[in-house]
């Protein structure tokens, strides 16, 4: 669910290159096992990262896009359903962990309520009710599997014992939930690496996740001796859901990474370009994209493996 299932991050690491090295090793281990992958929401990398991952173990996998395939649940209790909602929550999570072995869920914030969706409202529902290990693919407050590839690829390709690692905020033309970002910042914390986060004043992260660490409100002080770069846009969580700035000058451009230690460029992609990040710099030799977004595949199939192991 979080960094705050994980014993030792180190371990966990090891563990994960290990599995990148020789991603086939454990191909037997989910034998006669199967995950149901249920999105409430788009994805383009979680969804395919994770049936590789799964494929890489033996694992059966059939994904489900809720909103066009399933019904519309209903996740309050002792309400007269005589809406739009046809199924309740306690009934579909219940019947789906009597299919599978496992859930792995994606569930976005909506936005609208932030003690709902800070709550966690949905994956709660399903850990309450399917009785079988549920894995967060993004949540309302969350994407520990995007921040868990991150610092896989941070760890492959720092050259400093402890790189500055800076947040940036980066304007966007809608409303974005916080869930990347906190994951980012709260699994940063617990890494060997000193973090920065910068943003406009507003954007303040929860201090759950951001540990109270001061942010910056100067983008270009904070860029000075970055040795990585990672944009990403997020709403506002003090005006909950609200977009506060589009100012264009929080744009990642070349002329800003030149203030850095030749920094590498990461974004957990799907990226504006030309909003977020310049071409110049998403096209030059230090993004790391692309590289981040293959270690989705080792972030999720160490978790499953950890996790079958622990099936017997
Ligand atoms: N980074 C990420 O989670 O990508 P998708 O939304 O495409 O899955």
């Known amino acids: ?18 599995v990148k090295q020789n991603p086939f090793a454990w191909k037997s281990l989910g034998k006669n096992k199967s995950i149901c992958l249920l999105f409430l929401n788009p994805s383009l990398r979680t969804r395919l990262s994770s049936q590789r991952a799964a ?10 896009d809720v909103n066009s395939g399933g019904w519309k649940l209903e996740f309050a ?73 991150d610092l896989i690829t941070i760890t492959e390709n720092k050259i400093v014992e402890k790189p500055k690692v800076v947040l940036t905020w980066a304007p966007h033309p809608n409303a974005l939930p916080q869930a990347v970002a906190n994951s980012f910042a709260e699994w940063m914390l617990k890494a060997d690496v000193e973090l920065a986060i910068t943003h406009p004043e507003g954007y303040e992260l929860s201090s759950e996740f951001s540990g109270g660490l001061a942010p910056e409100f100067d983008q270009r002080k904070a860029f000075e001796n970055a040795d990585f770069i990672y944009a990403k846009n997020w709403s506002s969580y003090s005006e909950y859901g609200k977009v506060l700035s589009i100012d264009s000058d929080w744009m990642v451009t070349s002329e800003k990474m030149k203030l850095t230690n030749n920094a590498k460029f ?3 992609l799907p990226v504006r370009r030309n909003q977020i990040v310049e071409d110049e710099v998403i096209d030059s030799a230090n993004s790391i994209v692309i590289e981040e977004a293959a270690n989705r595949i080792v972030s999720m199939q160490t978790v499953l493996k950890m996790i079958l192991e622990d099936m017997g």
């Open 77 to 149: 209790d002792g309400v007269v359903m005589n809406g739009d909602s046809a199924e309740h929550i306690k009934e579909a999570a219940a019947v789906i962990g009597a299919y599978f072995d496992m859930v792995a869920i994606r569930a976005f914030a909506s936005l609208k309520n932030r003690e709902e969706d800070y709550s966690e409202k949905i994956l709660s529902a399903f850990i309450k009710y399917c009785g079988v290990p549920v894995i967060n693919m993004e949540s309302s407050t969350g994407h520990p599997l995007q921040a868990f590839a």
């Open 1 to 18: 669910m979080s960094v705050k299932d994980v014993p030792s991050l180190s371990d966990l690491l090891e563990e994960a290159l290990e």
């Open 266 to 268: 990461m974004h957990c």
């Open 55 to 64: 494929q890489n173990l033996g694992l059966d996998s059939v994904v489900l």
